[in-house]
DNA sequence: AAGTGGTCTAGACCACCTT
DNA sequence: AGGTGGTCTAGACCACTTA
């Protein structure tokens, strides 16, 4: 982890920085909603910056799929339908059944062990009914896996973008039963890993990722 | 196709649109190197604009994964070495083959027709052995089918930071028997198309993603 | 035809890396 | 401490959109 990230988790040292954090959470939280236009003045206005900053971090966040910026026509928060949540997970699944693929023959004990912990806190988190907390869970015991599968740019390519679906889980939250299944699908994944069993490790991926996309578009169905 | 659209093959309306398509350019004929560093001072002095407008550039190229920046350090052109070109191809070979699963259960008559129409170009100009158009021409014959595969966020991450595959690509050229093996397997591809073959249509595009992606890294190994 | 709002220039400021 | 070079402010300019 080097020191002059200026990541999502990590502190911004530059105003822009700082901005782009800002209006990721405002996204995540359904503060700016998709379809939402973004005015450099609102936005520098409602932070206390000028709006040079604030173009930058929009540039960023566009880079990231977040919104979209056309000449002379600003920013606006990319709308996300049901064909667009359908279409960015099915890239998910086959990069993440592609990555463990690749860790299920690599993976270390140590790995395994820090997979188990995740799982064992995502399976805590799960009974408080946080759905938050257990977003955050459930995305820390899949980057752990994808990391181990060793191909940085895949990675990457997986977390963009997907705050725009983290922001429709928090509005639309689980299916009644979904939580359960998650614990159980998670604890398929990780013991295939542990049998270091690939075709079965990425055929329970795969089906995990399916699942978690029926859920969601039939919570955002049956809302409307 | 939208006007508004600052595209890459499109006119360019403002001064960071214009200094965007130079930098990739540059990028793309080596001009600008893997690691090398990128100063406003230079570009701006160079295209005969402020810094602002290279700011906002460098700031879109490296949201496609063209280049780094750090907080009061600048932008280097991203470097480029064997894993990750390995990796780069990795994404796509199962970008493609989910697209190309896809395509073959939705594809019509007037597609097909395209695509063997892209596929007769490529052919004509694989016998010309100019390499830069070799490679528009293989990209045009894999956008259409991609297209049709109906997921833009996938066609969009597929060809993100791929410039710098085609910089290399330029850089390092074709194997002595890749192109008429491009031809042949680009051929096959057609066939498990018209035969609708979704089995086939996948295994034959991932194969001819792994073997692109080991003649250039043979190329790559042979000049060192 | 005026208003809104994005784009660009010039220059001040300041973080980082030398000597 | 000085130099280099990225970051930010203020304001002019102009494209796009109302009426």
Same mark, same amino acid.
């Given at each position: ?42 936005? $520098? ?22 919104? @979209? ?5 600003? $920013? &606006? ?50 009974? &408080? ?9 459930? &995305? ?14 895949? &990675? ?10 983290? $922001? ?16 159980? @699908?998670?604890?398929?994944?990780? $013991? ?33």
């Amino acid at each position: 982890m080097k020191k002059s990230d200026a990541g999502a988790g990590e502190q911004a040292v530059t105003s822009s920085g700082r901005v782009k954090d800002l209006l990721r959470q405002d996204i995540l939280r359904g503060v700016l909603k998709p379809n939402q236009r973004v005015t450099l003045a609102d936005v $520098a206005a409602r932070y206390g910056v000028g709006q040079m900053p604030v173009r930058h971090a929009l540039l960023q966040l566009e880079g990231e799929g977040l919104l @979209e910026i056309s000449a002379h026509k600003g $920013a &606006t928060i990319r709308r996300a339908d049901a064909k667009f949540v359908y279409d960015m997970y099915e890239i998910r699944r086959v990069l993440e059944a592609m990555l463990i693929g690749s860790a299920v023959k690599v993976v270390r004990a140590d790995e395994l062990a820090a997979i188990r912990k995740a799982q064992d806190h995502f399976e805590a988190v799960a009974t &408080t009914g946080n759905e938050a907390a257990l977003l955050k869970a459930n &995305t820390d015991f899949h980057n752990i896996i994808n990391r181990i599968g060793n191909n940085p740019e895949a &990675t990457r390519y997986i977390n963009r973008g997907w705050d725009l679906i983290h $922001a429709m889980r928090l509005q639309f939250g689980f299916g009644r039963s979904r939580v359960a299944a998650m614990v159980s @699908e998670h604890r398929s994944i990780v $013991a295939a890993l542990e049998a270091r069993d690939h075709d079965r490790a990425t055929s329970v991926a795969e089906e995990h990722c399916r699942a978690a996309r029926d859920d969601l578009l039939a919570r955002i169905a049956s809302v409307g």
